[in-house]
């Protein structure tokens, strides 16, 4: 009996060195070596919103961008911070648009350098400002948070440089409510660290 307890004794101090490394591997956002990774994206929406009758509707535009920073927890978690132009939208005889910045935490897996899958839940806060002469449409600004999610990829070009494409949804603050805006973006990212 002492000796399986010698055993167990030992094998917690054997073990212990090797959970002492994986706490060191975590970082929060303040600490030197969280911040690695900043990129661009364009793309498109597609916002769900109500299309009076009688009335051009266009819910859909192509010149959407978002740019970001972002950082890791550790090898799988990471938070990303970003800005992002809603675009341009035809709605009740006027045009809907808008900008908002949205925190996101990420988590995802790794798959070879500079590679990986994954997917992010977070908030944003917009404003947008909704114009037009539709009867009984809700026109003027609205600011206001939000949920946002999505799941992306990006495909490492070099140890530096990766390609990287996005699906997410944004529920934005309208005039009269709130409404989701779906994107799907592709572009760059620099990994500096």
């Known amino acids: 009996m002492k000796l399986s307890s010698l055993g167990l004794a030992a094998g917690i101090l054997v073990a212990a060195p090797a959970f002492a490394q994986t706490t060191d591997t975590w970082r929060m956002p303040h600490e030197r070596g969280f911040w690695g990774h900043a990129g661009v994206s364009w793309g498109h929406g597609e916002l769900d919103a109500e299309c009076p009758g009688g009335f051009d509707c266009d819910r859909k535009d192509s010149r959407i961008w978002r740019a970001y920073v972002g950082g890791r927890f550790n090898n799988a978690i990471g938070l990303e911070l970003g800005a992002l132009n809603i675009g341009d939208y035809t ?3 006027g045009i809907t648009d808008g900008w908002g910045v949205d925190a996101s935490l990420v988590a995802g897996i790794p798959i070879g350098a500079n590679s990986a899958i994954f997917a992010k ?3 944003i806060y ?3 400002e909704a114009t037009g002469d539709a009867p009984n449409f809700a026109t003027g600004k609205e600011r206001g948070f939000g949920g946002r999610y999505g ?9 530096e440089w990766a390609l990287r494409a996005d699906w997410d949804r944004y529920n934005l603050p309208l005039p ?5 805006l779906d994107t799907l973006t592709i572009g760059v990212q620099y990994t500096f660290r």
Not at 151 to 159: C, E, M, P, Y
């Open 151 to 159: 799941v992306g990829a990006q495909l490492g070009l070099t140890k």
């Open 91 to 93: 709605r009740g005889g």
């Open 121 to 123: 839940a977070g908030a």
């Open 126 to 128: 917009a404003r947008t």
């Open 176 to 180: 009269g409510g709130k409404d989701d």
